[in-house]
């Protein structure tokens, strides 16, 4: 009986304790809810070795992919809210929501946003043999030759597919959509001029346009890509209000404790103005950016909004 009560006395005194350790006291997750080798996963290894210098802690980044990224988002979702699992979320996040029926969580309540990391846009590009040389040519060849151009992209609600959406609202031309199951081929069959065109990314895209294999009108952003400062957005060649970035954002689940948001934030902030951290994403098309908990719950709401508008009026349903 003594025993037990000692027991009971130790445990009493024991949780308090190891609640009060200071965090992080264990390594921290980072879920990447793609495979690896795509772009989102480049960016967890890009920034995990260096958060984990500055948290003094082992960060290990574990590839969840599946159902363009839902998988492993939820995994994120259904852990506990301690600091100890984070997710990598795409712009894609935002779209799923409009995308499918039923997700397996609340894209806005199941979250807490930490910070942006950064911004992609996509690249307009042709295949050389059309015979356009900016977005206005392209606008008119489409609206002469409706149903016959046709774009590419990686799949069915991808982010290419979503971007040539838009182009056709705010353009009021008609386009055929080609999905392919990711960009390799589809950038294969585009340089071989079997299709027109591609709302691509930038790693996929730009190799090819500097080798002169596609011809590039545009990229997609509010502001010029440094990857390719002399090409205008689809904005300013002639189509106001068109913007179609990709982003990239930390999150962690739903009711995480400030102390340890706010410890998280400041640690990625810290990271993501690190020359050598900035350099390499911007090696892999990435503008490095960083932003506020609230102002990043803003950016995820408005883009919900936004993409539910496009997905709706495109007709877009997912596979």
Not at 29 to 45: H, V
Not at 50 to 55: P, T
Not at 91 to 100: D, F, K
Request: hydrophobic share 45%; glycine share 8%.
């Amino acid at each position: 009986m003594v025993r037990v009560f000692t027991l009971i006395l130790l445990a009493a005194v024991v949780v308090p304790a190891l609640a009060q350790q200071p965090y992080p006291s264990r390594p921290v997750r980072i879920i990447s809810p793609f495979p690896p080798g795509g772009g989102n996963d480049a960016i967890c290894r890009i920034v995990s070795p260096r958060l984990g210098e500055n948290l003094k802690q082992q960060v290990i980044v574990e590839n969840r992919g599946g159902a363009n990224g839902i998988v492993g988002t939820e995994v994120a979702a259904r852990s506990a809210p301690d600091g100890y699992t984070i997710v990598l979320i795409p712009s894609g996040h935002a779209v799923n929501a409009s995308l499918y029926k039923k997700l397996p969580f609340d894209s806005i309540r199941d979250f807490t946003p930490i910070t942006l990391v950064g911004s992609s846009p996509l690249v307009l590009a042709v295949h050389p043999s059309l015979p356009v040389k900016s977005v206005k040519e392209l606008i008119a060849l489409a609206k002469a030759r409706p149903g016959e151009l046709s774009y590419v992209s990686a799949g069915i609600g991808a982010s290419g597919h979503l971007g040539g959406a838009l182009f056709e609202t705010l353009t009021h031309t008609k386009m055929m959509h080609i999905p392919y199951k990711g960009m390799a081929l589809a950038i294969v069959d585009l340089m071989s001029g079997q299709v027109t065109m591609t709302f691509g990314t930038s790693l996929s895209v730009v190799p090819h346009v500097r080798a002169g294999r596609l011809r590039a009108l545009a990229t997609t952003g509010a502001k010029r890509s440094p990857a390719l400062p002399d090409l205008p957005t689809v904005a300013e060649a002639g189509v106001p209000g068109y913007e179609a970035s990709l982003w990239y954002g930390f999150a962690g689940p739903a009711r995480m404790p400030p102390e340890i948001l706010n410890r998280l934030h400041s640690v990625i902030v810290a990271v993501l103005q690190l020359p050598d951290v900035r350099e390499r994403l911007a090696s892999q098309g990435v503008d490095p950016q960083h932003n506020t908990p609230e102002e990043f719950a803003k950016l995820l709401v408005a883009d919900l909004e936004r993409w539910a508008k496009v997905v709706q009026r495109a007709g877009v349903q997912a596979e």
